[in-house]
């Protein structure tokens, strides 16, 4: 999906470099420029959020690693069940050190 996304943008930009190429010595320079440049910003705005979610995966696994007691859960309800058991071996705890 990301390939896509990042090949279509890049293919745009690739187009409108071309035009401002093309036209770069008419009148109407400026806008295949500034065309050119809306192209880039995406390209590299896209890029950017592929980047910032590959790297949070990255960290997520490495946590995993470190931590291999530690599970995710799979459903809310499961995280609210397994908040209350923390919750409940928590006070449990806290009246066995009484």
Request: aromatic share 2%; charged share 15%; proline share 2%.
């Amino acid at each position: 999906m990301a390939h896509q996304v990042l090949s279509a943008d890049m293919a745009q930009l690739i187009s409108a470099m071309r035009l401002a190429q093309q036209y770069g010595s008419t009148v109407l320079d400026s806008t295949y420029r500034k065309d050119m440049l809306q192209a880039a910003h995406v390209l590299a705005v896209d890029a950017k959020h592929l980047l910032e979610t590959v790297d949070n995966a990255r960290r997520r696994a490495i946590g995993r690693l470190q931590h291999p007691d530690v599970t995710v859960a799979a459903s809310p309800m499961s995280r609210v069940s397994h908040s209350q058991d923390q919750l409940q071996l928590g006070v449990a705890g806290s009246s066995a050190v009484l």
